[in-house]
Every structure is written in structure tokens, then in C-alpha cells.
């Protein structure tokens, strides 16, 4: 993501060392605590009476939480969003899914609360709490000229496969990705390149997984990826894909489904 510096006069007061603290929704506060502390938040401030005002830290960041609007439900996933740069954005995800893991027994993958999947060399993931507000945390060096996809060269089932990358590693909604791959493969599958057929069945096996497809219906797109033979350089190209199927598989099998 590209730096954005704000030109400021000489002798302003301003200074380039601000903190800047989220203040979200909060619709369960011993959900929100219990899910934090998880986490390895600690609480600096807890007041219930006579207004709810709730102060979390962890590392070097701090999360304030206020009462959620009325109405709110946090399955809807409509809360607040953090946005939250770092160094090392693996580094990260491995901290909270240790951290599940050492809690919970499991990691929470699906549903509210969760964190999303991570692949190797991705620069982002998601962290959705108790209350439908969601932390995306990024890698600080993320390209300026990231690829976020919708190439006019593209068309076919390639340009579906991006339309899916899209949606599922930087809108972060597996659900839309998956119907998006659905009508994709459906359309463009039978003539597509054999490579990209592959990538969009073990795509659909990854997204279906995660959430929540009839298990026969995966079964049977993996036996149909499975029967599809690839050149050596093919089996190169489609490696992300498939290395998520494996991957998807053991994440969902620790019980994170």
C-alpha cells in the first residue's frame, strides 16, 4: 500500500509521530474481553457504569471499544474496520492462530469470530471479532502497484479466476468469491485451457470448504481435479492452487471448520 505523506508548514506543531486509536462498536463487552485477551490483549480500562468504555492493548497498538449502535448484529459483519500496517504480516497470523490454538483447541476459521486463511506470500488477512468489526492487517510494503485484478485483456475462465482473486485475498469474502467461481467454471470451464481448469476446481475446493459446501460436492471436484493430468511446467503454474487444497484441508481438519 503506498505511503501518504501530508505536507505540513514549519513551526505547526505537527510532527510525524502520532498514534492514532480505533474506536469501535462493541455489542458484547465479556465476549469482546474474553475474545482479546485470547488473543493476548491486555485490558488497561474497563468501565461499565455510567457508560460502557472499553481500552485493549497488544504489541505496540491499542483497540477502544464503545456501545455498537442499536440493531447491531455483528453476524452481518457490518462493524468498524482497522486498518493495521506491519512489518511482518505472517508473523502475525501466526501469533493469533498459535494463540487460538493454545485457548481454543482449534483455529476459529469460520463464522463470527474468525481469522481468515493466509497463503504464502500473501500481504494481508483479516481478523473478525465478537462484534463484526473487522482488523486487516497489512504488510507495510505492500507494492504501490499491487494487482488488484480486472485486466480488459483477460476473458474467459482466466478472467474469472481473477475476478475470484479479487474477492477472496484483498474484499476478503470467500462467500461472494465462491458463487463467483461457481457461475465461472460453469460457463467457461468445459472450453477452458486445461491449467486453468485445474486452478478454478482446486480454487473451488478451497473456497467450498471454507464455507461450508456439502462434502459430496467437494468430493467430487477433487476426484475431478484429480483426474486431470498436467505437465510438469502446468503443475508449476497451478502450484498456488493447488498447495491451497492441502493446505485447506489440514487448516479445516485441526478443527477450524
Given at each position: 500500500m503506498?505511503?501518504?505523506?501530508?505536507?505540513?508548514?514549519?513551526?505547526?506543531?505537527?510532527r510525524a509521530n502520532e498514534a492514532v486509536v480505533p474506536v469501535l462498536g462493541c455489542v458484547d463487552?465479556?465476549?469482546?474481553?474474553?475474545?482479546?485477551?485470547?488473543?493476548?490483549?491486555?485490558?488497561?480500562?474497563?468501565?461499565?457504569?455510567?457508560?460502557?468504555?472499553?481500552?485493549?492493548?497488544?504489541?505496540?497498538?491499542?483497540?477502544?471499544?464503545?456501545?455498537?449502535?442499536?440493531?447491531?448484529?455483528p453476524e452481518k459483519e457490518e462493524g468498524g474496520i482497522a486498518l493495521v500496517m506491519v512489518d511482518d504480516v505472517a508473523a502475525y497470523h501466526a501469533a493469533f492462530?498459535?494463540?487460538?490454538?493454545?485457548?481454543r483447541g482449534k483455529v476459529l476459521a469460520r463464522g463470527v469470530p474468525r481469522i481468515t486463511r493466509f497463503r504464502p506470500g500473501a500481504s494481508r488477512f483479516t481478523l473478525v471479532d465478537p462484534n463484526g468489526n473487522s482488523l486487516l492487517f497489512?504488510?507495510?510494503d505492500e507494492s504501490a502497484d499491487l494487482d488488484y485484478g480486472g485486466s480488459p485483456e483477460l476473458e474467459g475462465l482466466a478472467r474469472s479466476l481473477d475476478e475470484v482473486r479479487i474477492l477472496r485475498e484483498y474484499k476478503?469474502?470467500?462467500?461472494?468469491?465462491y458463487r463467483r467461481a461457481k457461475s465461472g467454471f460453469k460457463r467457461h470451464g468445459a472450453d477452458a485451457?486445461?491449467?486453468?481448469?485445474?486452478?478454478m476446481l482446486a480454487v473451488l475446493v478451497e473456497l467450498g470448504t471454507a464455507v461450508g459446501e456439502d462434502p459430496g460436492v467437494i468430493r467430487a471436484?477433487?476426484?475431478?481435479?484429480?483426474?486431470?493430468?498436467?505437465?510438469?511446467?502446468?503443475?508449476?503454474?497451478?502450484?498456488?492452487?493447488?498447495?491451497?487444497?492441502e493446505e485447506t484441508r489440514r487448516w479445516f481438519a485441526e478443527g477450524g471448520g
Open positions: 503506498a505511503d501518504v505523506k501530508a505536507e505540513s508548514g514549519e513551526g505547526a506543531g505537527v463487552a465479556d465476549a469482546t474481553v474474553d475474545f482479546y485477551r485470547m488473543l493476548g490483549f491486555g485490558v488497561e480500562h474497563d468501565q461499565r457504569r455510567p457508560y460502557f468504555y472499553l481500552a485493549l492493548a497488544w504489541s505496540g497498538f491499542q483497540m477502544h471499544f464503545v456501545d455498537a449502535p442499536k440493531g447491531t448484529d492462530v498459535a494463540a487460538m490454538r493454545a485457548d497489512i504488510q507495510r476478503i469474502d470467500d462467500a461472494h468469491a485451457p486445461v491449467v486453468e481448469r485445474a486452478r471436484r477433487l476426484d475431478e481435479l484429480d483426474g486431470i493430468e498436467l505437465t510438469e511446467d502446468e503443475r508449476a503454474e497451478a502450484a498456488g492452487d493447488l498447495d491451497a487444497v
